[in-house]
């Protein structure tokens, strides 16, 4: 079965600064792909940025970018010049394929994460 | 862009009642997710189905129940709701292009249920 470990439960981080929120995970699969998803307390869930098994480059969105090691089995997110809307929780989540042809998310704990004048 | 349409957004109900969630997904996508968060938690893959047909199941509840229709929305049937069922249900949308290659599922706002 496939895991997501998030090991920062809370995070702090100054307006304009830059943050990494953490992601371990652990599978067998040789393809799968990994995303973030940021939760506002509003409670939608926001797609924030992808990154495959098989890409050669760490995925940029923005200010979001995936620092993907992949022989640490690590995709931590990074947020650049942090602004007070980024304060939500930050999921990290791992597709896993089903027999059924589909795939499912397996999702970390979650980050929450403040930002602070 | 269209996004993921869910109602309603908030529904409370008795223990014991039955409750039915919508989801309506991006146009052109042929697979829908359910998804079930508990307060404090991280969301919970319950059914999906592709092309109108249940294609994989997690951990829903016998209680539950789910369908995708001609017009590809699907609708969550839930009954002899229980307190434990209080939770944030989402549904997500996606677009299936194969095993290799990148799918990504668009959550919906979720529909917050509150069972007294």
């Known amino acids: 079965a496939q895991k997501i470990t998030q090991t920062q439960p809370g995070m702090f981080v100054q307006e304009k600064e830059a943050v990494t929120l953490d992601c371990t995970y652990d599978?067998?699969?040789?393809?799968?792909?990994l995303f973030w998803y940021k939760q506002p307390s509003s409670g939608e869930m926001i797609f924030l940025i992808y990154?495959?098994?098989?890409?050669?480059q760490n995925a940029t969105e923005g200010r979001y970018s995936l620092n993907f090691q992949k022989a640490r089995k690590s995709a931590n997110l990074v947020i650049s010049a942090s602004q007070l809307g980024d304060s939500a929780m930050y999921f990290c989540?791992?597709?896993?394929?089903?027999?059924?042809?589909?795939?499912?998310?397996?999702f970390g704990t979650g980050t929450q994460l403040k930002v602070e004048l | 862009a269209a996004g993921v349409i869910q109602s309603p957004r908030h529904l409370i109900k008795e223990k014991r009642e039955t409750a039915t969630l919508k989801c309506y997904p991006i146009?052109?996508?042929?697979?829908v997710y359910w998804y079930q968060q508990g307060p404090g938690q991280d969301p919970q893959f319950l059914i999906s189905?592709?092309?109108?047909?249940?294609?994989d199941k997690g951990s829903i509840p016998d209680r539950f129940s789910a369908q995708q229709f001609s017009d590809y929305h699907s609708e969550l049937n839930m009954s002899s709701l229980e307190l434990g069922d209080s939770a944030l249900y989402f549904c997500?949308?996606?677009?299936?292009?194969?095993?290799?290659?990148?799918?990504?599922?668009?959550f919906g706002p979720g529909t917050r249920l509150l069972v007294l």
């Open positions: 146009p052109r996508h042929d697979t």
């Open positions: 189905f592709y092309e109108k047909m249940q294609s």
């Open positions: 989540a791992m597709r896993e394929s089903l027999t059924g042809g589909g795939n499912k998310l397996t």
């Open positions: 990154q495959g098994s098989y890409d050669e």
């Open positions: 599978t067998s699969d040789q393809s799968y792909g």
């Open positions: 997500a949308s996606s677009k299936r292009l194969g095993p290799l290659v990148r799918e990504t599922q668009y």
